[in-house]
Nanobody, 115 residues
């Protein structure tokens, strides 16, 4: 089992920045891909960014150039640096990990961007 705990969400004005963290614990060896997803009210959960164990990254077009995903394998922590935030970035942000064919989700952290 893998446990994921997100933190760092909050209320920020448009143009501001936040950094989300996702701490992984449990059977963390062999975790391959980790990622951030978000879900706005009434909408489906969408991919924001993913990163492989080797550091390769991929981003949703809507966040390219503004968000940066990174992972510290020594600290078992995933990060999402979010800059130039927009009201449309408002959502619950979830951390996801893939390990040996299974996926694990965190409980989510709310990000609210005011205009």
């Amino acid at each position: 089992q893998v446990q994921l705990v997100e933190s760092g969400g909050g209320l920020v004005q448009a143009g501001g920045s936040l950094r989300l963290s996702c701490a992984a614990s449990g059977s963390i060896f062999s975790i391959s891909i980790m990622g951030w997803y978000r879900q706005a009210p009434g909408k489906q959960r969408d991919l924001v960014a993913v990163i492989t164990s080797g550091g390769a990254t991929n981003y949703a077009d809507s966040v390219k150039g503004r968000f940066t995903i990174s992972r510290d394998n020594a600290k078992n922590t995933l990060y999402l640096q979010m800059n130039s935030l927009k009201p449309e970035d408002t959502a619950v942000y979830y951390c996801k990990a893939f390990r040996l064919g299974r996926e694990y989700w965190g409980q989510g952290t709310q990000v609210t961007v005011s205009s």
